[in-house]
């Protein structure tokens, strides 16, 4: 983006917004801004930002405060970690490299998609301090799909999330109604590789690249080969996280791809603790939730609109053991298979038997839409 020349420059994510509508060529503007279908989701993803209120709690000592924790075991400082977007030159000369300087820099994880505009190895030569995640998107060519993870792998990536919403591409109509094709100059190695050839492409096709037959299974194997901890980006039910947990994930990514998927789910931050509440930090001994993973406030947690004050948990590992509730019918094959009722597993079992999946609570739609 050129500078500013006149006052104090973007301050705000709007601001910001604003900016890249007027430095972006359209057809690329309608890419990243843009959601499925007729954008109800994305609307919604903002909307029930606006809806949420906060409770804060008064006369606690916050002369200092800390955003900082951990991920994975990782510290970082602060709840939130750069999601993966692809095609970042496409935005910017600096792409994937300048994104991962910047999240190093912040002192936080950088997710690097699988439709960057970078080698992983690459990214990871440019910034060598930076830690980052590899976003894998499972393509029908299983080679291409092996050789980029081995090459996260050895760059030294710290985990994967593997992306389980776009098995089939969203119906982008902004970039129907532009046209928008990537750009030859605007190199996607992986899409290289799969494809065999380098040239204008629409998003559609890449996105065809991606196995519509992935299942559960795939999964299974994916975490029994992977040396990486493998989370599953793109759950947005009790029922899905239980069986990713089930599964052997490390952890999910509650998401909905920023609306760019499926149009009509419902908000992200809206199901977050839904999720949460069937495997996240369980409660303590008293029926209270652990406190862990909440050190950045005061105390004050989301209101959830309408409800019961349910508090969605977000980064972090809580305190009080990882808990499961019944995932509803169908939910758990492997564990029906072996008995009725076995996903009721006494939670000292389940805290001490089963990894403890983070569930994170990423950038919302419009703020990870932001390059
Ligand atoms: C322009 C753009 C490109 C994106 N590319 C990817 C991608 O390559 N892989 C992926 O898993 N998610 C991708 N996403 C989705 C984001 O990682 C993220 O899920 C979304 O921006 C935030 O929505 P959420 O809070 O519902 O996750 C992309 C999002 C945008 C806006």
């Known amino acids: 983006m050129g500078a500013v020349e006149e006052g104090p420059g973007p301050i705000s994510v709007a601001d910001y917004e604003r900016r890249a509508s007027e430095v972006l060529d359209p057809g690329a503007h309608g890419y990243f801004a843009g959601g499925a279908g007729d954008e109800r989701t994305l609307r ?32 970082v400082s602060m709840p939130i970690l750069v999601a993966p977007v692809a095609f970042q030159r496409l935005a910017h000369p600096d792409g994937e490299a300048g994104m991962a300087r910047a999240a190093a820099g912040a002192g936080t994880v950088m997710c690097v998609s699988t439709l960057a505009t970078a080698r992983p190895a690459e990214v990871a030569a440019a910034a060598p301090e930076a830690r980052l995640w590899f976003q894998l998107y499972c393509f029908r060519d299983r080679g291409v799909t092996r050789a980029l993870l081995s090459e996260a792998v050895e760059a030294g990536f710290r985990a994967v999330a593997l992306t389980v919403d776009a098995p089939r591409p969203g119906r982008r109509e902004r970039d129907l109604r532009s046209g928008f094709r990537l750009p030859a100059e605007v190199g996607v190695p992986s899409v290289a590789t799969a494809t065999g050839a380098q040239g204008p492409i629409s998003v559609a096709d890449v996105l065809r690249l991606v196995d ?56 992200t931050v809206d199901v977050l603790g839904d999720v949460a509440e069937a495997v996240g930090p369980g409660r303590g001994a008293d029926g209270r939730r652990g406190e862990a993973g909440n050190r950045c406030g005061n105390g004050a947690g989301p209101r959830r609109p ?62 990870g839409r932001r390059l």
């Open 212 to 267: 519509p037959a992935l299942s559960w299974d795939d999964l299974e194997a994916l975490v029994s080969d992977s040396s990486l901890p493998v989370l599953i980006k793109g759950v947005m039910t009790a029922e899905d996280a239980v069986l990713a947990a089930d599964r052997g994930a490390a952890g999910v990514i509650v998401s909905n791809h920023g609306g760019r998927q499926l149009d009509g789910v419902a908000a």
């Open 306 to 367: 309408g409800g019961a004050g349910r508090q969605a948990r977000p980064l972090g590992s809580g305190g009080g053991g990882y808990r499961r509730r019944q995932a509803g019918p169908g939910a758990a094959p492997r564990r029906a298979r072996a008995g009725a009722g076995a996903l009721r597993l006494p939670r000292a079992r389940v805290g001490l038997a089963r990894p403890r999946p983070a569930v994170l609570l990423r950038v919302p739609g419009p703020l």
């Open 44 to 75: 919604e993803n903002v909307a029930a930002f606006a809806r949420w209120r906060l409770r804060p709690r008064v006369l606690v000592d916050v002369s200092e405060v800390d955003t900082r924790t951990t991920v994975l075991g990782e510290p």
